[in-house]
């Protein structure tokens, strides 16, 4: 709560009639101002932003603007590290965003063939083959096989892939088709191969040899990624991963895992080694077009010349935040003028005119005493209780021209109170008054010890 002093001036006067005039001058201390800085006085009268002071005071004078002008928009990239891996990564999007995302590589991928021993519980007793997929991956592991007796073709074996269902069906003649018979069938499939043969002269029984669908398992991908918004792990394995297949998974990336492109492709049949795993490695030169970073006290402004305009400039000033949220946009410029070297070029302006707020005297005056109780308002109360007003006027007393004026607002006889507010016809509302030194709030009041 700020005390706006009489300085003495204020009295009350006792006249005839029981009429007392009670008159009196205060002061508000400065308050607290802003350093500024008019960014068309180091550059161009195109660039017309007023910066100032997050905070009022002194301590703003310290801060300094630098403008750059070396923004672009760029995609960050990495060289991947393996010794033997040529490919070049780079962000999915432009910007310095990129510069957050890290790529690492695992050897630790297994890669196993999903597979199947057609013989055993639940299965076939005779047909003792073991199949498998015909490449490594998880991708084997919804293919199913069946077998079942019926009519023959050579040697009484029929084979069906179906590749919309992912089931193998073997079918066989009772007691004339033998392991070795299914196995020449087997042969040239598109998906399901042998792995392990069986012992080829048994011969199938209906009775033995059947076995429902029954799912391959075990498959296990010898290339894979693991992504998160900001980190990308390939998980390969040695000796047996290509550059291609690598490639292959990560422009298959979409959604939200679509973080990184293949910038520039490497030699897709080199295989990865183990020594080509490497830690987390940051993408690296992403730019944007106009950003800013602060160290104190220097917030720095990079631009792209002739491209960043004053409002994509006050844009980035005003999506500040953390520590670097130090500077406002004071006064907005001309959103279309666009900035350009060197004459937009600034180097360590300084800014200017921050003031701390003036100390308050403690001299209580000889009647009464203006307190600063809200915005825009006051109250004067007096040192006597009177119990009626009769004549009240306000004024404000300033050394510039101003559209706000001060006036009577309530009167309190038991509380010794009056209340004033400052009406700004500008702002149409309640507002408080700018008072620089020598300023003054004045007021006169008629009071009267009798009620009329």
Same mark, same amino acid.
């Given at each position: 709560?700020?005390?706006?002093?009489?300085?003495?001036?204020?009295?009350?006067?006792?006249?005839?009639?029981?009429?007392?005039?009670?008159?009196?001058?205060?002061?508000? @201390?400065?308050?607290?101002?802003?350093?500024?800085?008019?960014?068309?006085?180091?550059?161009?009268?195109?660039?017309?932003?007023?910066?100032?002071?997050?905070?009022?005071?002194?301590?703003?004078?310290?801060?300094?603007?630098?403008?750059?002008? %070396?923004?672009?928009?760029?995609?960050?990239?990495?060289?991947?590290?393996?010794?033997?891996?040529?490919?070049?990564?780079?962000?999915?999007? /432009?910007?310095?965003?990129?510069?957050?995302?890290?790529?690492?590589?695992?050897?630790?991928? =297994?890669?196993?063939?999903?597979?199947?021993?057609?013989?055993?519980?639940?299965?076939?007793?005779?047909?003792?083959?073991?199949?498998? *997929?015909?490449?490594?991956?998880?991708?084997?592991?919804?293919?199913?096989?069946?077998?079942?007796?019926?009519?023959?073709?050579?040697?009484?074996?029929?084979?069906?892939? !179906?590749?919309?269902?992912?089931?193998?069906?073997?079918? *066989?003649?009772?007691?004339?088709?033998?392991?070795?018979?299914?196995?020449? /069938?087997?042969?040239?499939?598109? *998906?399901?191969?042998?792995?392990?043969?069986?012992?080829?002269?048994?011969?199938?029984?209906?009775?033995? %040899?059947?076995?429902?669908?029954?799912?391959?398992?075990?498959?296990?991908?010898?290339?894979?990624?693991?992504?998160?918004?900001? =980190?990308?792990?390939?998980?390969?394995?040695?000796?047996?991963?290509?550059?291609?297949?690598?490639?292959?998974?990560?422009?298959?990336?979409?959604?939200?895992?679509?973080?990184?492109?293949?910038?520039?492709?490497?030699?897709? @049949?080199?295989?990865?080694?183990?020594?080509?795993?490497?830690?987390?490695?940051?993408?690296?030169?992403?730019?944007?077009?106009?950003?800013?970073? *602060?160290?104190?006290?220097?917030?720095?402004?990079?631009?792209?010349?002739?491209?960043?305009?004053?409002?994509?400039?006050?844009?980035?000033?005003? /999506?500040?935040?953390?520590?670097?949220?130090?500077?406002?946009?004071?006064?907005?410029?001309?959103?279309?003028?666009?900035?350009?070297?060197?004459? %937009?070029?600034?180097?360590?302006?300084?800014? /200017?005119?921050?003031?701390?707020?003036?100390?308050?005297?403690?001299?209580?005056?000889?009647?009464?005493?203006? =307190?600063?109780?809200?915005?825009?308002?006051?109250?004067?109360?007096?040192?006597?209780?009177?119990? !009626?007003?009769?004549?009240?006027?306000?004024?404000?007393?300033?050394?510039?021209?101003?559209?706000?004026?001060?006036?009577?607002?309530?009167?309190?006889?038991?509380?010794? =109170?009056?209340?004033?507010?400052?009406? %700004?016809?500008?702002?149409?509302?309640?507002?408080?008054?700018?008072?620089?030194?020598?300023?003054?709030?004045?007021?006169?009041?008629?009071?009267?010890?009798?009620?009329?």
């Amino acid at each position: 709560m700020a005390i706006l002093q009489s300085d003495g001036v204020a009295e009350v006067q006792g006249y005839g009639y029981g009429l007392t005039v009670c008159s009196g001058s205060a002061s508000q @201390a400065d308050v607290a101002r802003k350093a500024f800085l008019d960014c068309s006085v180091p550059g161009a009268a195109t660039f017309d932003t007023v910066l100032e002071a997050k905070t009022a005071g002194t301590a703003g004078n310290s801060l300094r603007l630098t403008t750059v002008a %070396d923004g672009a928009t760029v995609k960050a990239y990495l060289d991947l590290p393996g010794a033997s891996i040529n490919t070049v990564l780079e962000a999915h999007t /432009a910007g310095r965003a990129g510069n957050s995302i890290t790529v690492a590589a695992v050897n630790d991928a =297994t890669g196993v063939v999903a597979s199947l021993a057609c013989n055993g519980t639940g299965k076939t007793t005779g047909l003792n083959t073991v199949l498998e *997929y015909a490449t490594f991956g998880t991708a084997g592991n919804a293919w199913k096989v069946a077998v079942e007796p019926g009519s023959g073709g050579g040697e009484g074996v029929n084979v069906f892939e !179906d590749a919309v269902n992912k089931v193998l069906t073997i079918m *066989y003649e009772t007691a004339v088709s033998t392991v070795a018979n299914v196995e020449a /069938a087997l042969a040239g499939l598109t *998906y399901i191969a042998i792995k392990t043969t069986g012992t080829g002269a048994t011969v199938l029984a209906a009775a033995t %040899d059947r076995m429902p669908a029954t799912s391959l398992a075990g498959g296990t991908e010898q290339q894979y990624l693991v992504v998160t918004p900001t =980190t990308l792990v390939i998980h390969y394995k040695a000796t047996a991963t290509t550059i291609t297949q690598v490639e292959a998974l990560i422009t298959a990336l979409a959604g939200g895992d679509d973080i990184v492109d293949v910038k520039t492709g490497g030699t897709g @049949a080199t295989i990865w080694a183990s020594g080509d795993a490497f830690a987390a490695t940051p993408l690296a030169s992403g730019n944007d077009p106009c950003w800013a970073s *602060y160290s104190a006290p220097l917030m720095t402004v990079h631009y792209a010349d002739g491209v960043t305009t004053v409002g994509a400039f006050e844009a980035v000033i005003a /999506a500040l935040s953390g520590v670097s949220d130090v500077i406002d946009v004071k006064t907005t410029g001309t959103p279309a003028n666009v900035l350009g070297a060197p004459a %937009d070029t600034i180097a360590a302006a300084a800014f /200017a005119s921050g003031t701390a707020a003036a100390a308050i005297s403690t001299d209580q005056g000889v009647g009464a005493t203006l =307190t600063h109780t809200g915005t825009g308002e006051y109250t004067l109360t007096l040192k006597d209780k009177f119990a !009626d007003l009769i004549v009240d006027g306000a004024g404000l007393n300033l050394g510039s021209l101003s559209d706000q004026k001060l006036a009577a607002k309530a009167w309190s006889g038991s509380a010794k =109170t009056i209340s004033f507010a400052v009406w %700004d016809w500008s702002g149409a509302a309640v507002a408080d008054p700018v008072l620089d030194s020598g300023d003054r709030l004045n007021w006169f009041l008629v009071l009267s010890n009798a009620s009329y």
